[in-house]
């Protein structure tokens, strides 16, 4: 399979790349596949993140630079809802990223030959799914919400600017 600057995928934010600066497209043969369900390491810390954190590839295939780890399930089957999840969770994986990762200056790198040597527990496959299932639904309605609020407040806005400054008269 051959991939182009068109499969470039932001580990970030998790969207396929519109604008690439790569002027040179044999310089993406350096780029590691990440397909869906894979898992990348990026190595910056946050306030949620002390270590870096795991990222799931849950929009398809594609291609990530050549600085992110790349891993593959082997665990079959699995809920790429569930491990979207999972991995993002700090009191579950800030331990094995302790244990497996090296400060620098301004990130910290992940040691792939410690990482792969951790064990963790893990549901069932019809665990997972139940779990996934519940999260996910649980996002949507925090999403919701959130747009719910957003609309409270530009109608509130709206009336007050209306009353303010068009005393008698359409906004």
């Given at each position: 399979?051959?991939y ?10 998790m ?5 690439s600066y790569i002027?040179?497209e044999s ?7 990440f397909e869906l ?5 990026e ?5 949620n993140y ?7 590839n849950?929009i ?6 050549h ?19 999972a ?10 990223l302790?244990?497996s ?5 301004m ?5 792939a ?11 069932t496959?019809?665990e ?8 996910q ?6 999403s919701?919400?959130?747009?719910q ?8 806005i709206?009336?007050?600017?209306h ?6 008269g359409?906004?």
């Amino acid at each position: 399979m051959t991939y182009g600057k068109d499969d470039i995928i932001s580990v970030a934010n998790m969207y396929f790349k519109e604008d690439s600066y790569i002027t040179d497209e044999s310089y993406l043969l350096t780029y590691n596949i990440f397909e869906l369900g894979d898992i990348a390491f990026e190595g910056n810390k946050s306030k949620n993140y002390a270590h870096g954190r795991f990222v799931e590839n849950t929009i398809g295939n594609g291609i990530v630079s050549h600085v992110f780890d790349v891993f593959k399930p082997i665990m079959k089957p699995y809920d790429l809802q569930f491990w979207k999840y999972a991995i993002n969770n700090e009191q579950l994986m800030g331990g094995i990223l302790l244990r497996s990762t090296k400060a620098s200056t301004m990130m910290t790198n992940l040691v792939a030959n410690d990482f792969l040597q951790e064990t963790i527990l893990m549901p069932t496959y019809p665990e997972q799914q139940k779990i996934g299932d519940f999260f996910q639904e649980l996002d949507h309605l925090i999403s919701l919400h959130h747009r719910q609020c957003l609309t409270l407040a530009f109608h509130r806005i709206r009336r007050f600017f209306h009353g303010s400054f068009y005393p008698g008269g359409g906004f």
